[in-house]
């Protein structure tokens, strides 16, 4: 007789739950059936702890059904769920949060684990990667969904479960999601909550969950605020933070290519992503050229006085005294280069996907993580002070760089400088995330923390068992 073991497994777990157990003895409510979606911190945490006992039970086969669910349905209800996204924060391009979709539905998952071992005269060690327990991720508007699902797929293949505090402009298309992937893998698998989010979030929520005791790791994507009272909570946090990526372009670079390249990727999603060019710093040997080649491959060029104008409108001034620092301005983060440009009285077509215009460095769009199609173009005498003013610009984030060169001593001289995590070579900024380049990508990129491009290992613990004298079937 053929017997369904996870079926059976199914059973017995709902009516441990009806009983008020999860079979490991803790006491829990009975969170099944409610697909991950909370307004209380607390029962989130619970619930997520108690599927964490229960994908502890489950097979590495089973976990990777699990994960299927969640690519299956970001790649297949894509176009259904882009659009909601796009309606819900408005910002940003409804064909990128389609395709942001697809490229979360692909981030490695089971298959990227792997165990280490030591083979020697003592025996044999094994070590391998763990499980933390249950996450706390914090996700932003820029990518609400994507980010989720990219998250889902690394951490719960890790073994781990999540609760989710999603920025509160992006929080309908992620409860919207997350109950997705639950009713999938509820329906399949019979277990529920793997993935669980606040639908009221806030920063209260969001503090609520950092200082949660069943919550044994902090995962934050965002800005410098969420990026800094992560990293002073009393437990480990890996920090996916802001970036400000600036572009190299020297004498030796194809020019063509670099405009097409820095188009592609300040374009992405209107200049949302944390990796995309934000402000390109050119040796004057070729300066005029590249602003040539950047007409051509159909940018549209702002003249110094349309500059200014749409700095005035387009950069913000916020907090007080030394607090006191510019930011985009609301108006216009994250919208076309056609709502930009209407913003100086300025009429370009519907399909222009950038602007672009010669300032110089002290204009605020150098240093302003700015988030929206125009990007400064600024003259270099060489490329050394090319390398100095895109060193000043990213902050010391350590984020993203990018160059365009065809000498290799400029390339390595500038990626020693930057020490960044990301450095693109003659690419658009998605190439670093195997985008146009190889590699694979991720919606979280930890860069503060260090631990680079999130993978499953990245939300793993190390765990190492050794036998002695035996195992080893080598001879001397
Ligand atoms: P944001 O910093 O405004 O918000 C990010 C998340 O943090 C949201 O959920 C928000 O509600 C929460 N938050 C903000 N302040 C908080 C605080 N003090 N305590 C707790 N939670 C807090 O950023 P955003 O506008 O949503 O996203 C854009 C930013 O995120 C950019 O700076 C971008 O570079 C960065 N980002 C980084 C990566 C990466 O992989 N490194 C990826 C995407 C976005």
């Known amino acids: ?51 964490f006992e229960r994908l502890s039970r489950r097979t590495l086969a089973e976990r990777k059904q699990i994960v299927a669910h969640i690519r299956r349905i970001s790649a297949d209800q894509r176009v259904e769920l882009g659009t909601m996204e796009m309606e819900e924060t408005k910002i940003g ?34 070590i391998e990667h763990a499980p933390f327990g249950v996450i706390c991720a914090i996700t932003p508007v820029t990518h609400s969904l994507p980010t989720i699902a990219c998250n889902a797929i690394s951490m719960i293949s890790a073994g781990n479960t999540v609760v989710v505090n999603p920025h509160p402009s992006g929080r309908r ?40 005791r069943d919550i044994n790791l902090i995962a ?41 390249s820095i ?17 390109v710093f050119v040796v004057e040997q070729v300066f005029d050229a590249l602003m040539a080649a950047m007409d051509r491959a159909g940018a549209v060029r702002l003249n110094a006085h ?22 985009p301005a609301r108006d216009f983060l994250g919208k076309d280069a056609a709502v930009l440009a209407r913003g100086i009285g300025k009429t370009v077509p519907a399909n222009v996907e950038l602007l672009f215009g010669e300032t110089d460095e002290s204009n605020p769009f150098v240093p302003v993580e700015q988030m929206m199609p125009f990007v400064p173009f600024v003259r270099a005498r060489d490329i050394d002070d090319a390398i100095a003013k895109a060193k000043r610009a ?23 400088a930057m020490d960044t995590t990301l450095f ?37 613990r190390e765990r190492r068992c050794t036998m002695v004298d035996d195992l080893r079937i080598l001879g001397k």
């Not at 409860?175 to 979030?201: S, W």
């Open 1 to 51: 007789m053929h017997v369904d073991e996870t079926l059976i497994r199914s059973v017995v777990e709902q009516v441990l739950t009806r009983l008020g157990g999860n079979g490991n003895g803790a006491a829990s409510g009975n969170y099944q059936g409610r697909f991950g979606l909370f307004t209380d911190v607390g029962q989130a945490v619970a619930a997520a702890r108690e599927a």
């Open 93 to 126: 391009r409804l064909q990128h949060k389609i395709d942001k979709l697809i490229g979360a539905a692909s981030v490695p998952g089971v298959e990227f684990l792997h165990s280490e071992v030591f083979s020697g005269d003592h025996g044999l060690s094994v």
């Open 173 to 212: 298309v992620a409860a919207e999601g997350v109950r997705r992937f639950n009713e999938a893998i509820y329906r399949d698998l019979g277990i529920d909550n793997l993935l669980c989010v606040i639908t009221e979030p806030t920063i209260e929520t969001a503090d609520a969950l950092f200082k949660h």
């Open 220 to 260: 934050v994507t965002g800005g410098q605020a969420v990026a800094r009272a992560a990293m002073q909570q009393p437990k480990r946090a890996i920090v996916a933070g802001p970036g400000n990526p600036p572009v190299v372009v020297d004498e030796t670079a194809d020019l063509d290519r670099a405009a097409r």
């Open 263 to 279: 188009i592609a990727g300040a374009a992405y999603d209107n200049n949302l992503l944390c990796i995309s060019e934000k402000e």
């Open 306 to 327: 349309e500059v200014d104008a749409f700095t005035k409108v387009a950069i913000a001034s916020v907090g007080e005294g030394e607090h006191k620092h510019d930011v």
């Open 394 to 416: 990213e902050h010391g984030f350590r984020h993203t760089a990018m160059i365009h060169s065809n000498n290799v001593r400029n390339m390595t001289k500038m990626g020693r």
């Open 424 to 460: 693109v070579k003659n690419g658009a900024s998605m190439a670093g995330l195997g985008l146009g380049g190889e590699g694979y990508a991720s919606f979280s990129i930890a860069t503060p923390t260090g631990e680079g491009v999130t993978t499953p290992l990245t939300f793993t």
